[in-house]
């Protein structure tokens, strides 16, 4: 290819990647700057999974232990304040893992990938949903700071049947406020968060046990 071709082609491709980025930033993602300054209302999973109504009441980041900020970092998105929104590597493992098994097995979500799905989307896999999900996710880094994504996500993220958020769940295992949750009991609450109502009824058990010592020694 001669170098004048080579320039058209790279040019080409620049211009069709900044269609493409403004296509799916504008049309296949909601807006979320109000995010900035209000926090969300009912989710897209409050409203599909919260049976009657849902248990939730917004506190601020400063308001929230920093137990608990440490605990779920720790066990949900070790690198959170590393990444852009997407942890590469771990998204990298996830696709080898997913062809071998033929099924979209592992995702590699974020927190500000599980706070887009939580904010907007459905539950069922499929690559459609975890593109869009990915472009959401970058969208909230670019527009919010770590803090604030972090905040909105303690405060929606499901603890339990229709607890949500860090001071519904606090109540609701320990009666007291997200301020005061010692080491153990945030380690406990990160601990459940992959299966919040099979541990809302199962509160003890070897395996849950050991991730709330992982977890609390690292805190």
């Known amino acids: ?3 004048k071709n080579a320039i058209i082609t790279a040019a080409a491709t620049i211009v069709w990647l900044g269609w493409f980025y403004l296509l799916t930033s504008n049309i296949a993602t909601p807006p979320v700057t109000q995010l900035r300054w209000f926090p969300p209302g009912e989710t897209a999973f409050m409203a599909r999974f919260s049976s009657g109504d849902a248990d939730r ?4 980041l400063e308001e929230i232990s920093n137990n608990l900020k440490r605990a779920v970092v720790i066990a949900e998105d070790d690198e959170f304040f ?9 998204a990298r493992k ?20 599980q706070l887009a799905k939580n904010l907007y989307l459905t539950p069922r896999k499929s690559s459609w949903r975890k593109f869009r999900e990915v472009l959401i996710a ?19 993220v499901e603890w339990g049947n229709g607890v949500f958020g860090a001071e519904a769940a606090s109540r609701h295992y320990f009666n007291k406020n997200a301020s005061t949750l010692t080491k153990r009991e945030a380690a406990f609450l990160a601990a459940i968060l992959p299966k919040p109502r099979f541990y809302d009824k199962n509160r003890s058990g070897p395996y ?9 020694s690292r805190i």
């Open 82 to 90: 590393e990444h852009p929104g997407v942890n590469i590597e771990a």
């Open 208 to 216: 849950l046990n050991r991730r709330i010592s992982s977890i609390s």
């Open 138 to 156: 970058l969208k909230l880094e670019r527009e919010l700071s770590k803090e604030r994504i972090l905040e909105i996500y303690l405060n929606v």
């Open 94 to 113: 996830a696709a080898r893992y997913n062809w071998r098994k033929r099924r979209l097995l592992r995702g590699a979500s974020t927190i500000t990938m």
């Open 57 to 60: 009441t917004w506190v601020s």
């Open 1 to 3: 290819m001669s170098t």
